[in-house]
Nanobody, 124 residues
Framework: QVQLVESGGGVVQAGGSLRLSCAAS????????MGWFRQAPGKDREFVTA???????YYADSVKGRFTISRDNAENTVYLRMDSLKPEDSAAYYC??????????????????WGQGTNVTVSS
């Protein structure tokens, strides 16, 4: 079955950087659009960024210019580089994959599988 395992979360000061990783298994990774979401306490889950299986990228306005998504198909891993972090970036960050291979709903894929999340805390 599909498994997504996030890592790299932690506590960082405002203005700092973190890199999250999401290791995928149980799927042909190179054929799937991957994404990152986040959810702060008491708030709804929100979209952060996605990278298609054709390497197109898409970002939420709130992170554009500060966050960078990338993928390494050889390692079955998607990364989220977060720079210039702000306290409002504090949240649990979740990795997701589109539910089908070679999806055609970009940039609004149907997300099919989710990781368990990794926590990011940005202190002011």
């Amino acid at each position: 079955q599909v498994q997504l395992v996030e890592s790299g979360g932690g506590v960082v000061q405002a203005g700092g950087s973190l890199r999250l990783s999401c290791a995928a298994s149980g799927l042909t990774f190179s054929s799937y659009t991957m994404g990152w979401f986040r959810q702060a306490p008491g708030k709804d889950r929100e979209f952060v960024t996605a990278i298609s299986w054709t390497y197109h990228t898409y970002y939420a306005d709130s992170v554009k210019g500060r966050f960078t998504i990338s993928r390494d198909n050889a390692e079955n891993t998607v990364y989220l580089r977060m720079d210039s972090l702000k306290p409002e970036d504090s949240a649990a960050y979740y990795c997701a994959t589109e539910g089908v291979a070679h999806g055609t709903r970009w940039p609004r894929p149907d997300w099919g599988y989710w990781g368990q999340g990794t926590n990011v805390t940005v202190s002011s």
